[in-house]
């Protein structure tokens, strides 16, 4: 009953009721959405990457090569020697490792030259293992597998010849003796994967014969010269490595840190990620607070509109309260008007951030490669509602209270 | 078992701060059943009165006995309750809750009150709205906002909300003072048909002497009160 008047009381004030269930709902749009970004962006990022207990690298910081290494995001500074890899490869601790050499591109879209231990035993989001959508893996030296974010964007097809680039984006140096076939392409697995084009350690070695000192050859060899017998790959960027047993991991860490013919970096990256999400939560801090502040306000702005109406509204106080309301009735129907406002307002604000979050995902992951996942409802967004219905209930006390006073002192008299 | 007095006040003395008190009724009776014509000049203590009878406002001494019922011994919501369920109150103007529509406006009191919702002559509170708009003569769609009726509408979409399910008692503050002489008439004749209808006792206030020869009692302020503004 009192109920029903609160909502019909606001609806008879749409524009003021709606302007307010707006503002407060904008704030919860972006409270929430900054917090579930922020633990999308986690979830998405810590999916990437499963199964793989080390990352090893040159000696270096551990975030640039988490980064570089699964992520794609900067570059390599150095390379550790192939046989380096070889020997951490047969270390009886370890149950397989994937090599990563990187450092060409194509169209944008990062080169990642690997071996078949990458399709064999690279995991993603728990237990999700890499699959050819179409075609096989590649053996030939020219041979090459897409993403399936770059088959998709740029239209490629197997048996498509691609030209690749020395270095990133924008390179004037081209591979244009090499033209690679594409013999394959991945399923979609919405992680970083997606975006990058695989070829073999001896194909990249093939496209850079000649150009130990950086630049090309004079007398380029056409690719069709090359065969697998005259290269040997002496240097990769990075490898992944799954230990036989958990306890094996930190000791192995040890023991590659410590490496004494050549100067070595081991990471956990799930330890590594933590880093990053530490580096990122002053930024959340921020942002949280700026949205709390846009909350006070939408807050603010319902509090002004309820209260500026009270004196309009002394005469209908005074007619319910002749047809025998209470006026502790009439406090519940303005305590009702805030707490509905309110309560509206977080939910359509809740509702559109995981409208947006939905929306913006796929772009997200294609233009800048951070991998969102859709996240469920947070204990943290749950608050977020709590703290945002609770505040408004309160605020609705002051007039509320100065409506129950009404009642009870301008009985008859009002308007 | 009807009280023979619908209203009774013996030395009821009111005023918003003790020493100064607004309204002195020595004596005030309404009979059961009687249409009362409640005379005062503005500014006359009329309003609180009212206050005092509804039970909006209590004596600070004195006696206010309302429906059989002692006022000054009663809790404040036994008194909204009374009210609510046994009293119709029709105000000078502007009776209406302006975001509800002509229908919700006259069922408000059938959904407050278990006793209005009882007492209704049709089978539902909708049909007896409908019935109720219809013996007014009003010409309204009943799903109709209140703001865009004309004032004599709203007193007599007024009139329906005050009458339905038959309350004792019906006080009606001023009701015709925003309508024409020529209204005032009819207002007035449909006012008495519903109220002898429902068997309600009628108390009507106004400062308009010329409609006090319809009515079967006339009261002045000045007579029964002896605090003068």
Same mark, same amino acid.
């Given at each position: 009953? @009192?109920? +029903?008047?609160?909502?019909? #009381? ?16 904008? #704030? ?13 962006? +986690? ?22 090569? /988490? ?5 794609? @995001? ?12 070889? =020997? ?59 993403? #399936?974010?770059?088959?998709? +964007? ?7 010849? @691609? ?22 392409? /991945?399923? =979609? ?31 380029? @060899? ?9 290269? =040997? ?7 992944? /490595? ?82 025998? /309301? ?90 | ?229």
């Amino acid at each position: 009953m @009192i109920l +029903q008047l609160a909502f019909r #009381s606001l609806w008879s004030r749409k524009f003021t009721s709606g302007l307010t269930i707006f503002s407060i709902a904008l #704030s919860m749009l972006l409270l929430v959405g900054v917090d579930r970004i922020r633990k999308g962006t +986690q979830v998405g990022f810590e999916g990437t990457l499963s199964q793989t207990d080390l990352i090893v690298g040159p000696r270096g910081g551990s975030l640039p090569l /988490l980064l570089y290494a699964v992520f794609h @995001i900067g570059t390599a500074n150095n390379n550790i020697s192939y046989a380096t890899y070889q =020997h951490f490869a047969h270390h009886p601790a370890v149950l397989w490792t994937i090599p990563i050499s990187m450092g060409d591109s194509h169209r944008g879209f990062r080169v990642v030259a690997t071996d078949d231990n990458f399709y064999e035993h690279y995991r993603y989001r728990g237990d999700h293992a890499l699959e050819l959508a179409q075609g096989a893996r590649p053996e030939g030296i020219f041979d090459a597998v897409l993403g #399936s974010t770059v088959a998709a +964007q740029l239209h490629y097809h197997v048996g498509q010849k @691609i030209i690749l680039s020395h270095g990133l984006e924008g390179s004037f140096l081209k591979h244009t003796a090499d033209p690679y076939t594409v013999v394959g392409i /991945l399923k =979609h697995t919405a992680t970083p994967v997606d975006r990058a084009i695989y070829v073999t350690l001896l194909g990249d070695e093939a496209m850079h014969l000649g150009w130990e000192h950086g630049a090309p050859p004079l007398t380029s @060899i056409p690719g069709s010269q090359i065969h697998a017998s005259d290269l =040997h790959v002496s240097e990769i960027s990075a490898f992944l /490595l799954r230990t036989k047993s958990r306890i094996g991991t930190l000791f192995l860490q040890r023991e590659i840190n410590t490496y004494k013919p050549e100067p070595l970096t081991a990471i956990i990256p799930a330890l590594t990620l933590e880093d990053l999400w530490s580096v990122l939560s002053a930024a959340d801090v921020a942002l949280t607070l700026v949205s709390g502040a846009v909350l006070v306000v939408g807050l603010l702005v319902m509090l002004t509109a309820l209260y500026t109406a009270l004196n309009e509204r002394r005469r209908e106080i005074a007619i319910l309260r002749t047809l025998g /309301l209470h006026a502790r009735q009439i406090f519940t129907l303005f305590i009702l008007e805030s707490t509905l406002i309110s309560a509206l307002g977080a939910i359509i604000g809740v509702a559109a951030a995981y409208a947006v979050l939905f929306l913006v995902r796929v772009p997200v992951e294609n233009n800048y490669g951070i991998p969102l996942a859709m996240v469920g409802i947070s204990a943290r967004v749950v608050y977020y509602v709590i703290a945002a219905v609770g505040a408004g209930t309160l605020l609705g006390f002051i007039p509320a209270i100065r409506a129950y006073r009404n009642a009870l002192v301008d009985g008859l008299n009002a308007g | 078992m009807e009280p023979a007095e619908a209203i009774h006040l013996q030395n009821a003395v009111f005023g918003y701060d003790r020493r100064n008190p607004v309204l002195h009724v020595e004596e005030l009776v309404v009979k059961t059943g009687k249409r009362v014509f409640l005379y005062g000049p503005s500014g006359s203590g009329k309003t609180t009165l009212l206050g005092l009878i509804t039970g909006i406002l209590q004596p600070q001494s004195g006696s206010c006995q309302v429906l059989g019922k002692e006022m000054t011994r009663m809790s404040m919501s036994a008194r909204d309750q009374l009210r609510g369920s046994e009293i119709g109150y029709i105000f000078q103007s502007l009776n209406l809750i302006p975001y509800l529509t002509v229908q919700q406006n006259v069922a408000l009191p059938c959904h407050i009150h278990a006793r209005r919702r009882k007492n209704i002559v049709a089978p539902t509170v909708d049909k007896e709205v409908e019935r109720l708009i219809n013996r007014l003569e009003l010409d309204t769609h009943l799903d109709r906002g209140v703001k865009k009726l004309s004032t004599g509408q709203q007193q007599r979409v007024a009139i329906a909300r005050a009458i339905i399910g038959k309350p004792s008692l019906v006080i009606a503050d001023e009701p015709t003072s925003s309508l024409d002489t020529d209204r005032q008439q009819a207002f007035l004749e449909l006012l008495f048909e519903v109220c002898e209808e429902a068997k309600a006792t009628l108390v009507f206030v106004s400062h308009d002497k010329s409609l006090m020869t319809r009515f079967d009692e006339q009261i002045a302020l000045s007579e029964v009160s002896r605090v003068s503004a």
